[in-house]
C-alpha cells in the first residue's frame, strides 16, 4: 500500500520560509507525477505544484510562481516544497499526493494522498 507522510508544517510570520517533506512508500507503485495540494478553510483543495518524475517538468500555480520550488530526491522516497517568501494566503492543509497517468495540477489525476500538514502565516 502506498504511504504517504507530510511533515514540516508550522507558523510562520509572513516574508519567512518553510519548507514542508513528504515521506514516500511506494511498494512497487510507479508514479510518474508528484504534487503538493492546499486546502485552506472553506475552500476547495487545489494544485500547487506538480512534479513530472520522468524528465523533471514542474508545474506551479500562478499564485506561487516564483516563491515555491518543488523537487524529489533521486530516489522517489522524499518529496519537498520549499516557501519563500510566504504570504498570508498560503496559510491551509498542505498534502502531498501522487499519480501515474498526467501531470498537472488537477486533483482528479491523483490517486495516492497523504494526511497533511498545517501551515500558518501571520501578517
Known amino acids: 500500500q502506498v504511504r504517504l507522510v507530510e511533515s514540516g508544517g508550522g507558523s510562520r510570520q509572513a516574508g519567512r520560509s518553510l519548507t514542508l517533506s513528504c515521506s514516500i512508500s511506494?511498494?512497487?507503485?510507479?508514479?510518474?507525477?508528484m504534487a503538493w495540494f492546499r486546502q485552506a478553510p472553506g475552500k476547495e483543495r487545489e494544485g500547487v505544484a506538480a512534479f513530472y518524475t520522468i524528465g523533471g517538468t514542474t508545474f506551479y500555480a500562478e499564485s506561487v510562481k516564483g516563491r515555491f520550488t518543488i523537487s524529489q530526491d533521486q530516489g522517489k522516497s522524499m518529496l519537498y516544497l520549499q516557501m519563500n517568501p510566504l504570504k498570508t494566503g498560503d496559510t491551509a492543509m498542505y498534502y502531498c499526493a501522487v499519480g501515474s497517468n498526467f501531470c498537472g495540477l488537477r486533483r482528479e489525476w491523483f490517486r495516492y494522498w497523504g494526511q497533511g500538514t498545517q501551515v500558518t502565516v501571520s501578517s
Open positions: 511506494l511498494y512497487g507503485y510507479e508514479p510518474s507525477c
